[in-house]
């Protein structure tokens, strides 16, 4: 048994005697009573385990004196009322240490700088606050699936070799199995796939191609970006949810994004109290309060076009240090006047120009804007990124061509639109962005298990 | 709406007029009669469009006379029962076609051989036969998610790229930002990590500081492989669930993988019924008697010298190319003798030479053997392998030092020993492996939505 099914069935357990596997993680000896925090990680509820130290055994009193942070243990004990804390607590009859812990033990009884957490990464997944970060990441992929699975959505796994360059040309990994130290000069026609092969920055172009056979697919995987920034927000490797929709166009597809961010939501605060009232004390952010108003809030819509109207009229007030324009990208200062200001809800940008935006956007009729769309959220910023995506053959094909980018090299895609084609949308949601919002931790780094930064390939 | 949800309220739709988006598969014009198969992919169930020539519209008919296979339409019919095959299809009053197709399209209303299938890899997803595939990977992919999640493991996604060599030298591709094409010779220091940096073989090292953190977790990922061979079950780049599990030993593991496979299959059962009866009839296999028989029987369990031992009386009569031997690997034939012969069941073949397995499995007091076992299925072969991990921290660091690993590098594994460690156990199952054995497909090519093999990095 686990504390998990522990809890589950409390009331039927209260008054028996159990026994449980897993760690100390604190130990607190007051005068005749002590108490012990124990976890095994399989839930976020605290299991506290009490001895009295006048009626406990000889042989249970050594192993605890003995006994240090860290240290696995095999206990029996009688479940019994909490009262304080309206929960169960475990009254110990035997402990039994399965696993010592050394003496060097990085992790004590007190707060660690999330830096030194990260330089103990391997052990940090035993702290409380990542057990609620980690935690809630699982509940929230979980979250995905069935929202994509319960509405007839095919799971698709793209390739992550590649020899495409999605969104133009740099920021990607070269994959070889040449050794670069040797000197020796390659030639891609003799690497491992007999051409230059990078690592995916999407799954999007091979995603349409089953959202042309199944209508609604996603995808959720790794993705990899070169990216030589240092920021709290960017990784080289992150995970994202691609979904592809057949029959919708720019608007369907607010639809969608808005009715998936709400019931991801929704899913996360019915599963993860414990974790997010936790993270609320860490962060000291009101972080279910917010996802509530998220979820019960209308998410305005603006053309990029009115949306720098709007900016430019503020300005006024404002005093933006970078100044709207119609021909410039929008700011975070920006995105947060319209988020927090202007709508106090999340935004859904649209109609953007189109060299902003990637080559397989929907080209409008005014031929200056493209039909993509960002979804700003309120303490999140961008969370999401789509468009209609472009169906006419000729269209897409000059569009590549005043970019640069190879249609030869790329047919398969520019055939879907020969092959029986149709108005077909979707976005992309970089999975930890939505972790950083829900958690409301600040780093990136501390929201993935194992971070991959430049110069980081730890553990 | 589309055509699952036409399907799952169908007898609220009889006899009402809907309208519907989808693809022509076939078109058969008999007499005054015609008939369309039609589908939106978003269920294997098939839906027939039929129309009377004599009294449908000039307008329908014009449409239905220019229209080619492959094309994308709109349509609007009333539901009607097909009293054949005890379902429904549609009466057609209106057919527009919104996306042409056009004359050289690859697919026709004929069975393409496989081959030619991967070759057009972006169409194929539109075949009857890899609706079925890819629906049932999907499927398989939900299925696994929901029997780790709702027996309280943690879903981890451990990290791709990666600094160390899990499985020992060898097979890796290395990741770089260098172009080894320029003929440069290029220190690793300098490179994007600062250290030289391949593609995961494996999560479960990682998994492993997650299992000690919250006794339960899983991994379900993509896994890379530098192999350079071209066999029916060899990929470069496939997908891999790698669950870790505390508290748990080698037999407790047997149980697990156990009763994982049988849950995985009932699931897939129950919910790809028309899919497998399609895939059987395409590859002459009873897939669904085979499963349920395996889920019906109990999974016999030998040690690796048993299994020799009855391997070597068999030879007397099987009379095997391969002759058994206690030092030698396990070939083939003898795989299927013990499965299908043997004990007409699946086999767990556990205690393995320490010489065939890998470093961090757990040294028996015999000095010569392993703790790993390996899960061997009829029609299979080997679908799982795992072991009980050595937590004893000298035991492992003089194994990792007898193979030549360096457990400095490994520190954060190996210290997992001294830091509150207990017994735990591991398997890991290639998800592609699991589709071959339910679909019945005989190549690993046709059940990847685009295979990485050598020489192969197309689309």
């Known amino acids: 048994m686990d504390i998990r099914e522990l809890f589950a069935k409390k009331e039927e357990f209260l008054g028996k005697e159990v026994t449980l596997h897993g760690w100390i993680r604190n130990h607190r000896n007051q005068k005749k009573m002590g108490f012990l925090d124990f976890y095994d990680g399989t839930t976020f509820s605290l299991l506290q385990l009490t001895y009295n130290a006048e009626t406990a055994s000889p042989d249970m009193m050594a192993a605890l004196s003995a006994l240090k942070i860290g240290s696995c243990t095999e206990i029996t004990g009688t479940v019994v009322p909490n009262e304080r804390n309206h929960t169960i607590e475990i009254e110990l009859s035997s402990l039994r ?69 999605a969104e133009g040309a740099g920021n990607t990994f070269t994959v070889t199995t040449f050794d670069p130290s040797k000197g020796e000069k390659c030639d891609y026609a003799d690497d491992f796939f007999g051409r230059h092969t990078s690592l995916a920055v999407t799954g999007q172009l091979e995603g349409e191609t089953f959202a042309m056979a199944f209508s609604k697919i996603y995808t959720f995987g790794p993705t990899f970006r070169a990216e030589n920034s240092n920021t709290r927000t960017h990784a080289s490797e992150f995970w994202m949810i691609e979904p592809e929709v057949a029959f919708t166009d720019l608007f369907g597809l607010m639809d969608l994004e808005e009715d998936f961010l709400k019931t991801i939501l929704t899913t996360i605060l ?40 709007i900016l430019k009229e503020a300005d006024k007030t404002e005093n933006f240090a ?98 029986g084609g149709c108005t077909h949308s979707g976005f992309g949601m ?26 980081n390939c730890d553990f």
Chains 1, 2 share one sequence.
């Not at 240490?97 to 050394?102: D, S």
């Not at 990085?106 to 830096?115: F, N, V």
């Not at 993509?372 to 309120?378: N, R």
């Not at 006419?392 to 020969?418: F, H, P, Q, T, V």
Request: glycine residues 4%.
């Open 97 to 165: 240490v399965i696993g010592e812990c050394a003496e060097d033990y990085p992790l004590q009884p007190k707060r660690h700088s999330l830096e030194f957490l990260r330089e103990h990464a391997y052990l940090r997944p035993r702290t409380r606050l990542f057990q609620a970060v980690f935690r809630v990441r699982s509940v929230a992929a979980m979250a995905i699936h069935e929202y994509f699975q319960s509405r007839g959505y095919l799971y698709v796994h793209t390739p992550l070799f590649t020899a495409n360059d």
């Open 270 to 309: 019915s599963r993860c109290d414990s974790e997010l009232e936790y993270l609320e004390k860490y962060n000291n952010l009101p972080l279910r309060e917010r996802m509530k108003k998220l979820i019960s809030s209308e998410i305005a819509r603006v053309s990029f076009h009115d949306a720098i109207t």
């Open 322 to 419: 970078f100044k709207p324009d119609y021909d410039s990208d929008l700011a975070k200062e920006h995105e947060k006047y319209l988020t927090d200001k202007k709508f106090g809800a999340p935004v859904f940008v649209y109609n953007w120009p189109k060299d902003f935006k990637a080559f397989y956007m929907y080209q409008n009729d005014d031929k200056e804007t493209v039909a993509a769309v960002d979804l700003l959220v309120p303490d999140a910023g961008e969370l999401m990124g789509g468009s209609q995506r472009e169906t006419r053959y000729d269209l897409l094909l000059s569009r590549m061509n005043e970019l640069g980018i190879s249609a030869e090299s790329m047919y398969w895609y520019c055939n879907l639109r020969k092959y």
């Open 430 to 455: 970089g999975f930890e962005r939505l972790i950083i919002y829900v958690t409301g931790m600040e780093n990136i780094r501390d929201v993935i298990p194992y971070y991959r930064t430049p110069g």
